[in-house]
């Protein structure tokens, strides 16, 4: 007769999780997030508190991998704490959960602009529970396997005589990271240069409104989001519809935008490769692409079809990317002219572009 036994699962050690700090007035929001957190089998709460002061004095003595702020506190709020809590943690991860991040919400590009890593709507206290776990859950655990700041035996700039001289377009692809990084770059781009820049950054459709209002404060040009047929202007920044990829077409005697919807082949809408793809068709070796901060894959084809094309590409280096995915996978390619951080990248776009002819 069999013997029944009873399984016994070991907890993990506690020095294999990941430790997330709670940031969050409500003392329902922090025990009910709590709960979910410590019933993962990768993460663990390190600390609960209830305010920004309290959270910059937890980080002076603890290390954390992922703190949850949420904005709306009493004191100081979060976005105004963001930068502070950021530079305390160190190298951890900041994940806005607030129910002020709501689909378009400017607080949700205000934070990201400002260097968290991404944004969660949290709901009421009576819905902090199902989808909502499991959002948070998916939330962390991609920000974690994205964490990893190992520097690559590629992350030093190769020489800046490997690239062109002289651009027509710039051409930027980013996600998880890559709005912080994108404000960051273009601060180092004077008015006075008159490149044309697309942009393909990962974010709903609801958010980009707002976002190009932001990237045209930060960069001190206009900055519109795409329309189909739009033409390619010197000065102006145009951004991707979050439910539309851009692609350049030859028209007349310039470049115009057409907007598609087909499935790319990293499943990203908007994707960067056909922004990058037809970028390379139609201006070849006068063409620069940029990989910024992200997860996945998504612009490594693009980027190879500029580079094959005698283009430039230029990726952001690990230690700076939130995520070092989308920039990681060109770079280990062999696509990329050269690794560098955010400022150093529009420092390069100005000195490289020579004055018009």
């Known amino acids: 007769m069999p013997i029944n036994t009873l399984a016994i699962t070991a907890s993990p050690p506690t020095d294999t999780l990941a430790r997330i700090l709670i940031v969050d007035d ?15 089998d990768r993460f663990m709460v390190a600390g609960a508190v209830s305010d920004a002061q309290a959270a910059l004095a937890f980080l002076r003595k603890n290390r954390v991998d992922i703190i949850l702020l949420d904005i709306e506190m009493p004191g100081v709020d979060g976005l105004t704490a963001l930068p502070d809590i950021i530079a305390a943690g160190q190298k951890a991860h ?51 396997e994205g964490g990893d700041r190992v520097i690559p035996v590629r992350a030093a700039p190769l020489p800046p005589v490997a690239l062109a001289d002289d651009y027509d377009i710039v051409a930027i692809g980013a996600s998880t990271g890559g709005i912080h990084a994108l404000s960051l770059m273009l601060r180092a781009i004077p008015a006075s240069c008159q490149l044309p820049i697309l942009i393909t950054q990962h974010l709903p459709p609801s958010f980009m409104p707002y976002f190009a209002a932001q990237i045209a404060v930060l960069a001190s040009r206009p900055c519109v989001v795409a329309t189909d047929h739009m033409r390619i202007q010197p000065g102006r920044i145009i951004i991707a519809p979050g439910e ?53 894959r998504d612009g490594a084809e693009g980027a190879r079809a500029i580079h094959t094309a005698g283009g430039s590409v230029i990726v952001q280096d690990q230690a700076s990317s939130v995520v070092w995915g989308m920039p990681g996978t060109v770079a280990n390619a062999g696509h990329a002219d050269a690794v560098l951080a955010p400022q150093e990248i529009g420092r390069l776009i100005t000195e490289q572009r020579r004055p018009p002819r």
């Not at 929001?29 to 993962?40: F, H, K, L, Q, T």
């Not at 806005?96 to 206290?125: F, H, M, N, Y």
């Open 94 to 144: 900041v994940l806005i959960v607030s129910s002020s991040c709501a689909e378009g919400a400017a607080a949700s590009i205000q934070a990201l602009t400002l260097g968290a890593a991404d944004t969660l709507v949290k709901p009421g206290i009576g819905n902090l529970v199902g989808k909502f776990g499991d959002i948070l859950e998916e939330k962390l655990r991609r920000l974690l």
């Open 26 to 40: 409500s003392v329902v929001a922090r025990a009910v997030i709590g709960r979910m957190i410590d019933a993962s």
């Open 244 to 296: 539309a990829h851009l692609r350049c077409v030859s028209f007349g005697d310039g470049v115009a935008l057409r907007l598609s919807t087909e499935r790319s082949a990293s499943g990203c809408m908007p994707s960067v490769d056909p922004m990058f793809e037809t970028v390379a068709k139609i201006y070849g070796a006068r063409a620069l692409g940029i990989v910024l901060s992200g997860m996945g």
